[in-house]
C-alpha cells in the first residue's frame, strides 16, 4: 500500500538536508516536533513552494511553472498534475483538519498526508473514500501568520499515534512565496471536492491535472487571502478523466465552476468584507475553479464549463 505520509516524507528530507538554499528556516519544538518555515519568519523560494506542494499532495504529484498571460502582462502559474487523486487530493491536499477547538481565533487548520493517519477524529472527507495511511512519521501543512506551538504538535502526534518528535509541520502565511503556490495548486483538490456536493462520486475521477495563475504578493495577510483565492476562482482551469455515465458529469458540469455561484463576479475580497470576514456566510459554492473539462474515459466524450475571468483578476492583482 502508498503510504502519503512516507513519501511526503522523501520531500522533507530533501529539503532538511539543505534548507538555507531555499530560504526555509527549521526549528526544533520543545517537544521535539520539527516545524520548516516557508515564509514567516524565512523568505521562502520558488522552490520551496514547489516542495511545500508536494507534501500537500502527499509526495504524488508532479509540479511545474510556466507563464500566464494576462493582459498586457505575463504572470506565473503552476501546473499539478496528479495519477491517484484520492490519496493525493482527498486524503492529503485538502485542508480539512481543525487543529484548535472550534470558534479559536485563528485556527489552525492542517493540510496534508497526516489527515490520513488521524485515527481519533479523521475530518468528513474519510467517510467518502476508503483510503487510510499507516506510518511511523506525520507530515502536514498549516497556512497561517501564527507561530507554531507545542500544543499544536502535541496534537497531531496524539492523534497520530506517533511520537512528537516524528511530527514535521510545514509553515507559510498568506503573504508569502510559498502560499501563494501552493494555494494556486489547489486547483484540483478545489474540484474534486465541489463533486459530492452536487452529487457525484468523486472516487470515479481517475486522473486529473490544472493550472491556476499565481497572485502577485503583498504584504497586507487579508488583500493576500483575497487575491490567492481569486486565483483559483477567477484563473483556474482543471482537467479530470473520470469512468462514469455521461447523464452524470452534464448533470454537474455546468454547477461546479464559480460562475454558478450568486457570489461571483467580484474580487474574493469583496465578497469577504461584505460577509463581516466570516468564511461561513459566503456560499460554499464559490469556492470552485473558473473552468473544468471532465473526459469521460467510458464514452471518450470531454464536458466543460466556465471561464477565465480576466477583468477580476486584474481588479484584484492590479486594481
Keep these: 500500500m502508498i503510504s502519503i505520509n512516507r513519501e511526503a516524507m522523501q520531500v ?6 539543505n534548507p538555507e538554499p531555499l ?17 514567516q519568519q524565512a523568505p521562502g523560494s520558488w522552490e520551496a513552494a514547489r516542495a511545500y506542494t ?11 511553472y510556466e507563464p500566464f498571460p494576462l493582459a498586457e502582462r505575463v504572470l506565473p502559474a503552476v501546473r499539478v498534475m496528479v495519477d491517484r487523486p484520492m490519496e493525493a ?4 491536499q485538502i485542508a480539512g483538519w481543525q487543529l484548535d477547538p472550534p470558534g479559536t481565533p485563528h485556527a489552525a487548520i492542517a493540510a496534508g498526508p497526516a489527515r490520513a493517519l488521524n485515527r481519533l477524529q479523521p475530518d468528513h472527507y474519510f467517510d467518502l473514500i476508503t483510503y487510510r495511511d499507516q506510518h511511523s512519521e506525520a507530515v502536514v501543512a498549516i497556512q497561517t501568520s501564527e507561530p507554531i506551538t507545542e500544543r499544536i504538535a502535541a496534537v497531531v502526534a496524539e492523534n497520530c499515534q506517533v511520537r512528537p518528535e516524528d511530527v514535521y509541520i510545514l509553515v507559510a502565511p498568506n503573504s508569502s512565496l510559498v502560499c501563494a503556490v501552493q494555494v494556486a495548486a489547489r486547483i484540483i483538490e478545489q474540484t474534486l471536492h465541489r463533486l459530492p456536493e452536487e452529487g457525484f462520486d468523486f472516487n470515479q475521477v481517475q486522473y486529473a491535472a490544472g493550472y491556476a495563475v499565481i497572485a502577485p504578493l503583498t504584504q497586507d495577510e487579508v488583500v493576500a487571502m483575497g487575491r490567492i483565492n481569486d486565483s483559483l476562482l477567477y484563473g483556474g482551469v482543471c482537467h479530470l478523466s473520470v469512468d462514469a455515465a455521461d447523464e452524470a458529469v452534464a448533470g454537474i458540469i455546468g454547477k461546479i465552476t464559480a460562475s454558478a455561484s450568486r457570489a461571483y463576479g467580484r474580487p474574493f475580497l469583496e465578497i469577504f468584507e461584505d460577509a463581516g470576514r466570516d468564511f461561513y456566510q459566503i456560499p460554499l459554492d464559490l469556492h470552485s475553479p473558473a473552468v473544468v473539462h471532465i473526459n469521460n474515459l467510458r464514452t471518450g ?12 483578476l486584474r481588479k484584484s492583482f492590479f486594481g
Aim: hydrophobic share 50%; glycine share 16%.
Design 12 to 17: 522533507v528530507r530533501r529539503v532538511l538536508a
Design 23 to 39: 530560504g526555509v528556516r527549521v526549528v526544533r519544538l520543545g517537544n521535539g516536533a520539527t516545524v520548516l518555515d516557508m515564509g
Design 89 to 92: 487530493c482527498v486524503a492529503s
Design 54 to 64: 508536494l507534501v500537500t499532495l502527499g509526495g504524488l504529484g508532479t509540479v511545474t
Design 301 to 312: 466524450r470531454t464536458f466543460s464549463a466556465g471561464a477565465i475571468n480576466e477583468a477580476v
